[in-house]
């Protein structure tokens, strides 16, 4: 067990609809990352949020939306899903900034069908 | 952003040393370099992380020469189970911003 803990560890839902994966950073640690990988492109960072603000953004679509809420958990939110947006999405957290080295957790295998 | 390149993929017999290395040119004066292993279907594992020098903990050494352009990753008496991918990054961002970016990775593979 990492200490950062992802839910759900398995979805599957149609094209066009809308989900939400959750993300428990480890105790204490300030920072959240989300990240995608898809067997065709690794690991695509998406974005990062410390202490309840963005801090960093990576090639996130806009159909794509995330936020870190006051107890620190993050939530990335997916909408009009698309078949490409099967993946597997990773959270990281870290203690904050780029030195610090990131834990993550086991993910969430997203299937759209 | 600094960026790295390291082999697609490296083999290895059971028991052997394993020494992977990355290049990163354009290391910025306050980048730390770090390592991660990954399994299938499972999240990046933090191996190791040095500035300069050598560093070792109890999985891994990580040798950095002086000009930190490029750093090796050794992994001592390899088994089956160290089979994974390995990633060598350099911090991207400054204060508490940060997005590591993961290249392709080594992919080493360990036969008996």
């Known amino acids: 067990d990492s200490g950062v803990t992802q839910t759900p560890k398995h979805l599957i839902t149609a094209t066009g609809q809308r989900v939400t994966l959750r993300c428990s950073p480890r105790?204490?640690?300030?920072?959240v990352y989300w990240y995608q990988q898809s067997l065709d492109q690794g690991l695509q960072f998406l974005i990062q949020?410390?202490?309840?603000?963005?801090?960093a953004k990576g090639n996130i679509l806009e159909r794509f939306s995330a936020q870190q809420f006051p107890d620190l958990h993050s939530e990335l939110n997916l909408s009009s899903l698309e078949l490409g947006d099967s993946a597997l999405y990773f959270c990281?957290?870290?203690?904050?900034?780029?030195?610090?080295?990131?834990?993550f957790g086991s993910g969430t295998r997203l299937t759209v069908v | 952003l600094a960026k790295t390149t390291q082999p697609i993929s490296m083999d290895s017999y059971e028991g052997q040393e394993v020494n992977i290395t990355c290049s990163h040119n354009?290391?910025?004066?306050?980048?730390?370099i770090t390592w991660y292993q990954q399994f299938p279907s499972q999240g990046p594992r933090f191996i190791i992380q040095?500035?300069?020098t050598k560093v070792t903990n109890e999985v891994a050494s990580l040798f950095i020469p002086a000009d930190r352009k490029s750093s090796t990753l050794s992994l001592p008496r390899v088994s089956l189970s160290d089979t994974a991918v390995y990633y060598c990054?350099?911090?991207?961002?400054?204060?508490?911003?940060?997005?590591?970016?993961f290249g392709t990775g080594t992919r080493l593979q360990v036969t008996l």
């Open positions: 040095g500035y300069k």
């Open positions: 105790s204490g640690d300030l920072s």
């Open positions: 949020y410390y202490n309840g603000e963005e801090r």
């Open positions: 990054l350099v911090g991207e961002g400054s204060g508490t911003a940060s997005k590591l970016t």
């Open positions: 354009n290391i910025a004066t306050n980048d730390y």
């Open positions: 990281a957290s870290s203690v904050g900034g780029p030195n610090y080295g990131y834990t």
